[in-house]
């Protein structure tokens, strides 16, 4: 019935999201029908969008799942905007330095790096936590948000491409592009690696003994302290594993893409935190939840393309599907106070 629970409460949020967004498309649209038909059938017209909806899922599968990996252990990564641009710029810096290594050493590097940099900086806030007590909400935020004017002065700079007009750096040689499936869209083989590494992550929590002490910690932070549990071990750890996970997201997004370009993550940190917390945080869940938020943004796209509605419909989307996942978290932890004070009170009548 628990099982039930998780699965039907994400699933709830998802289909009240679309229940306002179809209200507010009614409200606004000159039509209606057509935007709504848009907004449902949009991503799946054409291999083209279906591609390009699909490799969005897959970008998203791994942001969640970095995400899910620092929920899970009771640790919140608000970091992952600045982890993923690392990711991307580390293997940008990669492929200029080293332009011309086989098809293989070139993906490996690449990916090396930027799982590399993304883990030092959320591993990073991850000290802080443990060495200082240093809120981990505010430190991976602040050192997130102090990654972005370090993209701009790179990329406008020492990285910069002198043959284009764009904040951006030199496209990617072929060797590190990664294997197109639906040409000309972005979909190709990081659609495995998200698919491998949320599995991977299931099992981690599932069956090893660390992922139990994680999401033990993550249960309560006292009663793992008081098993014996290394709690600042497990922050720097599952913080230095999710931003590994949103550098690894960036590598993909520019993989795809092909070219640096300023703000090429495309919001990657924001839309990871919403895709875990629709998943509640269970990384087997993340899939399906990239896949449907995917597919709520792929189409209202569409619907602002073909049916002449606003274009700030993408944005009304991200903003409903926060407020329905925060507030469902939210009412969550004032169920769980209420039981542990009740548990407090049953337990003083027992003493008395």
Known sequence: MKRLRSVFSPAAALFAALGIITAITAGLSDTPGRAM????????????VLGDFLASASRLTLAGTAAALAFRAGFFNLGGEGQALAGGLAAAATAILLPNPSKFMAVSLAAAVAVAAGALIGGFSGFLKARRN??????????????????????????KDADSYLIAAPPLPDAYGLKAWLPPSRLGSAAIWA?????????????????????????????????GLRTGVIATASLAASGGL?????????????QAVQGFT??????????????ASR???????????????????????HSGFSYSLSGVVQAVVFLLVTAR????????????????????????
Do not use: H
């Open 37 to 48: 038909l848009w907004i449902l059938t949009g991503p799946v017209r054409n291999s083209l």
């Open 134 to 159: 240093i809120d981990e909400m505010i430190s991976t935020f602040l050192v997130s948000a102090a990654v972005l004017p370090i993209e701009a002065v790179l990329l406008g700079g020492p990285m």
């Open 195 to 227: 698919v491998l590494i949320a599995a991977a992550a299931y099992l981690f929590f599932t069956y090893s003994r660390i992922g139990y002490e994680w999401r033990l910690c993550g249960k309560s932070k006292q009663f793992a302290r008081y098993g």
């Open 246 to 258: 949103f550098g690894l997201a960036g590598a993909a997004a520019l993989m795809d893409g092909g």
């Open 266 to 279: 495309g919001g990657l940190g924001w839309n990871g935190l919403a895709v875990a917390l629709i998943a």
């Open 283 to 305: 990384p087997e869940f993340v899939p399906l939840a990239a896949l449907a938020y995917a597919w709520l943004y792929a189409g209202t796209q569409a619907a602002m393309t």
């Open 329 to 352: 978290f939210g009412f969550g932890l004032i169920r769980e106070k209420r039981r542990k004070k009740a548990g407090c009170a049953r337990q003083t009548d027992v003493t008395l």
